[in-house]
């Protein structure tokens, strides 16, 4: 088996440990055999002096000490697995929502978000509070396993009634791509091999989903966006006027010939040609890093965007975002930030905070003007250097940004830009 | 290239090139936002990613940093000598931060129970605080180990050279947060995302220099603690210990004393990769004496400021 020409899926996990979640993941990677010898022997270790009578897959990706002491994710971990036609990264995320900020983090990268119910409970504010942050981050397929099937004798009766209820809920949220699946993570039904129990299901197990949903057009091809990352100079004799723009692709197809436009500055030229290491290439998309060469001696470094002429973003520093609050010390008005977007870093002050989203109900709060840990909300923000931005609607890279507390250089908040 | 056609008619990246080209961005944003980064590099096939990838990043201009290696001591002849072909090949500086200096310069103390793995914690922290390096790129996976399945790409270090795992920065997107205090350092991670696998896939891809002992060869071995450790003068076998001569192959490389070889008859890449795409045991619990301890084990010395 070689991964070489193997295509790849990102995806998001969350629920708790009460909802299955971590047997899930170990479920998946004992039936793709990715979980090594020592490893199980490790768990099966640790389940049989603990007493249990089954061996407790969870235990295979509490990875801290602290974790494994309380029984529950706290962080989010990174676990892969692979089938022979795609390699899979999970972010596992924990699920309580004094950890909306680490699942937030784990989302921000998916292509797909998994989210856990039990059966026997139904949706709960928890599995809501889930999809609407999936739905937040724009991650495009959203999976909605119900498990524990053994324990409500695989009723098709209550999968139909949970799945038309989060049918119902998701009108209300930006989720593309649904699939409800009934599984039993603890034995395996619907995992990997189709449940005997379950012959009512006619839809995928939630391996051959993961395998063949369809995530290569979910990338904006359109508009051109090449955030300028670092300036290559070799000042060598054998490469004397050598001088390239390294970057990573963040949206459309960069061909040489193309008229762009270099923002902030506005100067126009040419792709004279693209460089992938030692070879000139006839195209670069993302997520490509690559070296972009211009015809024009024009003036370009790095936090500078390289993009169509008559498709480039507006430079702004009005700037109008969901934030996910990531730290004890509440946000508010008039706080001033470093902020982060593509490669430009500047700072940004608080206008004001419009509302803070309740994200069990969507209930949009407009009396508090401040934003606790965990919180997400809607912030108007001035920045010093104006933007190269979209909409994160439309992408993901260029419509992304991070705040950091000055003083202590910690990340405190993740945004979204709007419209 | 290899894996890369010149058309792409759907615009896909397989999974190889995403994470090359995911590795060679984060490169680029070390060099571009800290003043002093520097390459952790061991030799072993980790590192030798690291330093293709560092070497794509810049093309045609050479790394813009130099390379650390502690030398332990009881390194393989084979690796060193792989080290510094690449170090000529590239052109770049190569520091080499000495445990037995270390020793005996009073930086770390031998209490006799410490294995020389342990002991390069303080040789490499001490490296780095003599040098004032701010970024040192390391060659971790977060496949091999549960503590460091949550670790970042950007790992922050306090004064100490310490990891807090409570404490640990969100990371979202691929939006890095390179700040950091005087006297803290970071430690990155541009590999994070790769695999075992992978790693010996872009190996065969690129085909680049890696040492030999990674290939089927013979050797005396002799049998310690369910491993299979190589007998040399710094590793004599001890009572009831038989060295016979085996046909083995290292799966990861480091100090001899503590790195076991598996039996194997791999000799190409291409025979490797099959090997470990049906190897059933980790390649860090076949192999690595110093993971053994206790279930946390990697996890303390992480803390501390381990690689």
């Given at each position: 088996m070689s991964t070489t020409n193997m295509d790849l899926l990102r995806f998001a996990t969350a629920g708790s440990v009460d909802d299955g979640k971590s047997t899930l993941i170990g479920r998946l990677l004992l039936d793709s055999k990715s979980i090594f010898e020592d490893q199980l022997e490790a768990v099966e270790a640790t389940s049989d002096a603990k007493g249990y009578d089954y061996t407790d897959l969870a235990l295979l990706t509490d990875g801290l000490r602290s974790e494994r002491e309380q029984g529950i994710t706290i962080d989010v971990a990174y676990r892969y697995f692979a089938t022979p036609t795609r390699k899979f990264i999970i972010a596992d995320t924990p699920g309580h929502v004094q950890y909306t900020r680490n699942m937030v983090t784990g989302a921000s990268t998916a292509d797909l978000g998994l989210v856990l119910v039990d059966a026997r409970q139904g949706l709960t504010e928890q599995s809501r509070r889930h999809a609407v942050?999936?739905?937040?981050?724009?991650?495009?397929?959203?999976?909605?396993?119900?498990?524990?099937?053994?324990?409500?004798?695989?009723?098709?009766?209550?999968?139909?009634?949970?799945?038309?209820?989060?049918?119902?809920?998701?009108?209300?949220?930006?989720?593309?791509?649904?699939e409800v699946i009934p599984i039993s993570a603890l034995n395996g039904d619907n995992v990997?091999?189709?449940?005997?129990?379950?012959?009512?299901?006619?839809?995928?197990?939630?391996?051959?989903?993961?395998?063949?949903v369809h995530v290569a057009s979910d990338r904006d091809l359109i508009d051109a966006r090449f955030p300028v990352q670092y300036v290559i100079r070799p000042k060598s004799d054998e490469f004397h006027d050598y001088r390239g723009y390294a970057g990573q692709v963040a949206g459309g197809v960069l061909k040489p010939?193309?008229?762009?436009?270099?923002?902030?500055?506005?100067?126009?030229?040419?792709?004279?040609?693209?460089?992938?290491?030692?070879?000139?290439?006839?195209?670069?998309?993302?997520?490509?890093?690559?070296?972009?060469?211009?015809?024009?001696?024009?003036?370009?470094?790095?936090?500078?965007?390289?993009?169509?002429?008559?498709?480039?973003?507006?430079?702004?520093q009005d700037i109008d975002a969901?934030?996910?609050?990531?730290?004890?010390?509440?946000?508010?008005?008039?706080?001033?930030?470093?902020?982060?977007?593509?490669?430009?870093?500047?700072?940004?002050?608080?206008?004001?905070?419009?509302?803070?989203?309740?994200?069990?109900?969507?209930?949009?709060?407009?009396?508090?003007?401040?934003?606790?840990?965990?919180?997400?909300?809607?912030?108007?923000?001035?920045?010093?250097?104006?933007?190269?931005?979209?909409?994160?609607?439309?992408?993901?890279?260029?419509?992304?940004?991070?705040l950091i507390d000055e003083a202590s250089g910690v990340t405190v908040g993740a945004g979204m830009i709007l419209g | 290239m290899l894996g890369m056609s010149q058309t792409h008619v759907d615009y896909r990246l397989s999974q190889l090139d995403q994470l090359e080209a995911e590795s060679i961005h984060i490169f680029r944003e070390v060099a571009a936002e800290f003043e002093k980064?520097?390459?952790?590099?061991?030799?072993?096939?980790?590192?030798?990613?690291?330093?293709?990838?560092?070497?794509?990043?810049?093309?045609?201009?050479?790394?813009?940093?130099?390379?650390?290696?502690?030398?332990?001591?009881?390194?393989?002849?084979?690796?060193?000598?792989?080290?510094?072909?690449?170090?000529?090949?590239?052109?770049?500086?190569?520091?080499?931060?000495?445990?037995?200096?270390?020793?005996?310069?009073?930086?770390?103390?031998?209490?006799?129970?410490?294995?020389?793995?342990?002991?390069?914690?303080?040789?490499?922290?001490?490296?780095?605080?003599?040098?004032?390096?701010?970024?040192?790129?390391?060659?971790?996976?977060?496949?091999?180990?549960?503590?460091?399945?949550?670790?970042?790409?950007?790992?922050?270090?306090?004064?100490?050279?310490?990891w807090d795992p409570k404490m640990q920065r969100p990371e979202l997107w691929s939006l890095y947060n390179g700040r950091i205090h005087e006297g803290e350092h970071m430690r990155i991670f541009p590999i994070s995302n790769w695999t075992e696998l992978d790693i010996w896939d872009y190996i065969g891809r690129e085909g680049i220099e890696i040492p030999s002992i990674y290939f089927s060869h013979q050797r005396r071995v002799f049998e310690r603690d369910g491993m299979l450790l190589s007998e040399s003068e710094h590793n004599p076998c001890r009572e009831g210990e038989v060295a016979e001569e085996r046909t083995v192959r290292f799966r990861t490389v480091g100090d001899l004393t503590l790195t076991g070889c598996v039996e194997s008859t791999a000799s190409t890449i291409d025979e490797i990769i099959a090997e470990v795409a049906v190897a059933r045991v980790t390649e860090r619990g076949a192999t690595r004496g110093d993971d053994r301890f206790s279930e946390a084990a990697m996890e303390d010395r992480k803390k501390e400021g381990y690689f």
């Open positions: 942050i999936l739905s937040l981050l724009r991650v495009p397929h959203l999976v909605l396993a119900v498990n524990k099937m053994d324990l409500v004798d695989f009723s098709e009766e209550i999968y139909e009634k949970i799945h038309a209820e989060f049918t119902q809920f998701a009108t209300k949220l930006n989720i593309p791509d649904l990997v091999n189709r449940s005997e129990n379950m012959d009512w299901y006619s839809g995928p197990t939630l391996m051959h989903h993961l395998e063949h010939g193309d008229e762009v436009v270099v923002l902030p500055s506005g100067m126009t030229s040419r792709i004279s040609k693209i460089d992938l290491f030692d070879k000139e290439i006839t195209e670069a998309f993302p997520p490509m890093s690559v070296t972009v060469h211009l015809e024009d001696d024009v003036d370009v470094s790095r936090g500078d965007m390289i993009a169509r002429v008559k498709n480039a973003p507006e430079p702004r969901m934030v996910c609050w990531m730290t004890t010390t509440p946000l508010k008005p008039r706080q001033k930030l470093a902020i982060k977007h593509t490669t430009r870093t500047g700072r940004a002050l608080v206008k004001d905070i419009q509302y803070r989203l309740d994200v069990n109900t969507l209930h949009r709060d407009q009396e508090t003007k401040e934003l606790g840990v965990n919180e997400i909300g809607r912030v108007q923000l001035r920045t010093t250097v104006p933007l190269l931005s979209d909409a994160y609607a439309k992408n993901r890279a260029t419509g992304s940004f991070i | 980064p520097v390459l952790m590099f061991s030799g072993g096939k980790d590192s030798i990613v690291m330093m293709r990838l560092a070497e794509k990043a810049f093309y045609p201009a050479k790394i813009p940093f130099p390379v650390l290696q502690v030398d332990t001591g009881y390194d393989f002849p084979e690796v060193l000598a792989t080290r510094d072909n690449w170090v000529n090949r590239l052109g770049v500086r190569l520091i080499v931060a000495s445990v037995e200096q270390a020793l005996a310069d009073g930086i770390v103390v031998d209490d006799g129970k410490t294995s020389r793995n342990r002991h390069q914690i303080g040789t490499l922290l001490n490296a780095i605080e003599e040098n004032g390096f701010t970024a040192a790129f390391g060659g971790g996976r977060r496949d091999e180990e549960k503590a460091r399945a949550k670790e970042r790409v950007y790992s922050h270090r306090d004064e100490f050279g310490q």
